[in-house]
Every structure is written in structure tokens, then in C-alpha cells.
């Protein structure tokens, strides 16, 4: 079993900035990828961004890139999401997850309870 917590949702204005941390708990934390999915009212839930266990690859939607940038010191350290230049359409519930493929959504099968994140224009 892995637990996830996620941490640093709020509101902010458009072109803003926050970081999201998301901490990894359980026996064999440190072997998944780590994947922020994002869900906003009426849309279906979103692969934002992903590392890998060893930090070496990740992922990003298209949709986020060159605005979001995701981290992890070590694989037994926070997962870091900073986002910036948030735009309105960036509001949703975010969720961390642990899974076995980088950016396979349904390979992700533990999962945080969210943060919220609300831009406003």
C-alpha cells in the first residue's frame, strides 16, 4: 500500500504562482512514478504532469508545459509541483497518484485525497 498527501492548494490571480507537495508514504513508496492529475467541475480528470521514481524522466500535457515544472530531490522526498503563470482554465481539484508506467493515467492506482486550486481573472 502507498498513502499520498497532497499540500499547497489556494487561490490566486491569473499569472500567479503555487507549489503543490505531495508526500509518499508505505513500504515500497520509492519504486512508483508519481503523477499530478488535475479534475476540473464537469471535465474529465487530466494527467497534468509526471516524474519518475528516480526523477530522471517526466511528463507533461501539453496544456501545462513551459508553465509547470515537476520535481523530486530523491525517490523518498516530496513531489514538487510548481505551476506559474496560472490561468483561470487551471482551476480544478489536483490529485497525486503513484503508478507503474510514466504516462499511462490507468496504470496510476494509489491516490491522494486533493488539493484545490481556484484562479481567478
Given at each position: 500500500?502507498?498513502?499520498?498527501?497532497?499540500?499547497?492548494?489556494?487561490?490566486?490571480q491569473?499569472?500567479?504562482?503555487l507549489?503543490?507537495?505531495?508526500?509518499?508514504?508505505?513500504?515500497?513508496?520509492?519504486?512508483?512514478?508519481?503523477?499530478?492529475f488535475r479534475?476540473?467541475?464537469?471535465?474529465?480528470?487530466?494527467?497534468?504532469?509526471?516524474?519518475s521514481?528516480?526523477?530522471?524522466?517526466?511528463?507533461?500535457?501539453?496544456?501545462?508545459?513551459?508553465?509547470?515544472?515537476?520535481?523530486?530531490?530523491?525517490?523518498?522526498?516530496?513531489?514538487?509541483?510548481?505551476?506559474?503563470?496560472?490561468?483561470p482554465?487551471?482551476?480544478?481539484v489536483?490529485?497525486?497518484?503513484?503508478?507503474v508506467?510514466?504516462?499511462?493515467?490507468a496504470?496510476?492506482?494509489?491516490w491522494?485525497?486533493?488539493t484545490?486550486?481556484?484562479?481567478?481573472?
Open positions: 500500500q502507498v498513502q499520498l498527501v497532497e499540500s499547497g492548494g489556494g487561490l490566486v491569473a499569472g500567479g504562482s507549489r503543490l507537495s505531495c508526500v509518499a508514504s508505505g513500504r515500497t513508496s520509492s519504486t512508483y512514478h508519481i503523477g499530478w479534475q476540473a467541475p464537469g471535465k474529465e480528470r487530466e494527467l497534468a504532469a509526471a516524474i521514481w528516480s526523477g530522471a524522466s517526466t511528463y507533461y500535457a501539453d496544456s501545462v508545459k513551459g508553465r509547470f515544472t515537476i520535481s523530486r530531490d530523491n525517490a523518498n522526498n516530496p513531489v514538487y509541483l510548481q505551476m506559474n503563470s496560472l490561468k482554465e487551471d482551476t480544478a489536483y490529485f497525486c497518484a503513484a503508478g508506467r510514466l504516462a499511462v493515467p496504470s496510476y492506482n494509489y491522494g485525497q486533493g484545490q486550486v481556484t484562479v481567478s481573472s
